[in-house]
């Protein structure tokens, strides 16, 4: 039965106070919290440090000069007149250089099949930006069994083994790719996520350090081949800056707070915040990394600051500039979105015709093995309706 709009209506009406209420203390919170962004952003990076003396994972650490970036806001003066004179600037930067990113999809088993099975598919794009346009993109596909799916020690959801596998078949792709370059100063790596795990500390032990590692050998392999490797969060609910500032003035929690929001105040298209290095609990576990994560804020859309995480010796060698440019011209003939992650999203995709024809490729081969694979009336009538 469709939504009832009038239902609805009446509903929203009167729950406004509620959200009014919300709204009314979340832009209090803000004021506090952007109003100690301000005091901050006055001071240098050995009074901001000793500031910090005797706190133990404080959200973030500067890294680059914070002196001169009013608001933690360092302005790009990218203005152009038209898209046409952005494309240009970006086909300046990004000429010869190749940009290559992964991303992945699954079916998760599904209860109307009687046999345990997923499929993980992971689909990447390689682009060298050259004059004749070239590029190369392709899937790796992979089958996982009951073994595979079923965890007696921990008991873990299936669905979230599936995301283990995707993680780590795409990481591992990555890897293989930086292994392979011949010329690792012309490359960038795209990661569609973010490096530092702190999403995983909601999960049991084995299930945690299982994405610390996988993030981990990212890291690892682009400090090996010196290829940098950036993690693109469109939506970031990060908040080591909010962290940070709380501490500072001794503010009170805001958990609702992004940094995303807190600095979306007066940032232009390429503005960037300063590098920081990220300085959270669970980043004790990346070993000899636990202190190699940077991130910046970079405003690359109309909506809220995105977010980059690289691993710190992009700074520490000095190309943190030319990175950034790359990634602001990726965005730009992706229309607001970096195109090479776009485009392996894109390539990954499993669609409703695919997963049908899983299943039809399933069955056809379960009875040629003479396995005993049934499917439900429900799913039989779905297939041959669609």
Known sequence: MPLKPAQLWHLLQTKQTAFNSFNQTSLEVLRRYRQSLRLAAQQTNPQLEAALTGFTWVGARPLELLGQATNWQIPSHCNWGNRQASLEWAREQITGITTFAVDGSQVYPNKDVSLPIALVQVGWFENPHLPDGTYKKDVRLDVMTPADLTDQVNGRPTDRLVNMHRLQMETERLIEYMRQQPEPAQCLV?????????????????????????????????????IPVVGYIDNSNARDLVVLLGQLYQLAEAPGLRDARLLAEGMHWGDRTPIFCCDREILAEYQEHSQSIAFTYLKAHDGFPVRLEFPRWVYEDGLHEQVIDWVKAEVIVGGGYPYAI???????????????????????????????VRFSRKMVSKTRRR
């Open 190 to 226: 795209f990661f569609d996520g973010a490096l530092a795990a702190t999403f995983a500390e909601a999960f049991d032990a084995e299930t945690r350090a299982f994405h610390i590692q996988c993030l981990l050998n990212l890291v690892r392999a682009s400090d090996k081949y010196r």
């Open 342 to 372: 776009e485009t392996a999203d894109q390539t990954a995709v499993l669609q409703t015709s695919d997963r049908q024809m899983f299943y039809q490729i399933l069955q056809d081969w379960a009875e040629q093995a003479d396995l005993r």
